[in-house]
């Protein structure tokens, strides 16, 4: 399982990129191996104001439906639009092509409450994954 280096994570599997005030925000490669086969994905539209922990959308699998989780307060500027229509996109490159949203940060101190790589995978074995 790969979990890169240069993100930060949430405990509820979204991970975030950060270049400037700007967080693209997706779902990890354990995430979306759980889920299985990606089919529906909605996302929020832009302009809407997000506060941290707050469900944006939701990713449905074959398997289940899960709640996707803002891991920080702000504005969104951009949603994967390229999603919608090729859902898979989130299975084949959870870490690339399949992000699902881009959020202005209204906090970046937030950041510091996220989960760094090892962090993270500390988080799945704590809890059995």
Do not use: C
């Not at 490669?29 to 922990?53: F, I, K, M, N, T």
């Amino acid at each position: 399982m790969s979990t890169p280096s240069e993100l930060k994570y949430a405990r509820t599997h979204e991970w975030v990129r950060v270049e400037g005030a700007v967080a693209t925000i997706g779902i990890t490669e354990h995430a979306q191996a759980e889920l299985g086969d990606v089919v529906y994905v909605e996302l929020p539209e832009v302009g809407r104001v997000l506060a941290r922990d707050e469900v944006f959308g939701t990713i449905e699998s074959v398997k289940a439906v899960s709640d996707l989780y803002s891991p920080v307060s702000g504005e969104v500027v951009e949603a994967n639009a390229a999603l919608p229509d090729a859902t898979e996109t989130v299975n084949q490159d959870p870490y690339g092509a399949g992000w699902l949203m881009r959020v202005r940060m209204a906090d970046p101190t937030e950041l510091e409450q996220l989960l760094d790589a090892a962090g993270y995978e500390r988080s799945l074995e704590e809890t059995g994954h």
